[in-house]
């Protein structure tokens, strides 16, 4: 059973830093990538970053220059790197992993980010 356990949010002030990690356990599947969403409070979900079995890394406008995604050499763990955080960043941060065979698209239950002064 495919598990995703995301850590490492919390509450810092603006300028601030967080480095976020996903866990992923059970995978035996062929993945396409990792990704990281984050959703605020009324608004929709947001694309921040994903990364390729590949190594390819793109990310949304808003985080980019600012976050780095990047994994552990098993690419089991994904790290989200997250530097000169301002309040419009306070959401809950999803991992995601998304397989192409089997396929699959497989969500974790979120780390909470505050930052606020």
């Known amino acids: 059973q495919v598990q995703l356990m995301e850590s490492g949010g919390g509450s810092v002030k603006p300028g601030g830093s967080l480095r976020l990690s996903c866990a992923v356990s059970g995978s035996t599947c062929y993945r396409d990538h990792v990704a990281w969403f984050r959703q605020a409070p009324g608004k929709q979900r947001e694309f921040v970053s994903r990364i390729g079995d590949d190594g390819l890394r793109t990310y949304g406008d808003s985080v980019r220059r600012r976050f780095t995604i990047s994994t552990d050499s098993s690419k089991n763990t994904i790290f989200l790197q997250m530097d000169g955080l301002r309040p419009d960043d306070t959401a809950m941060y999803y991992c995601?992993?998304?397989?192409?065979?089997?396929?699959?698209?497989?969500w974790g239950q979120g780390t909470q980010v505050t930052v606020s002064s």
């Open positions: 995601r992993l998304f397989c192409r065979n089997p396929p699959g698209d497989f």
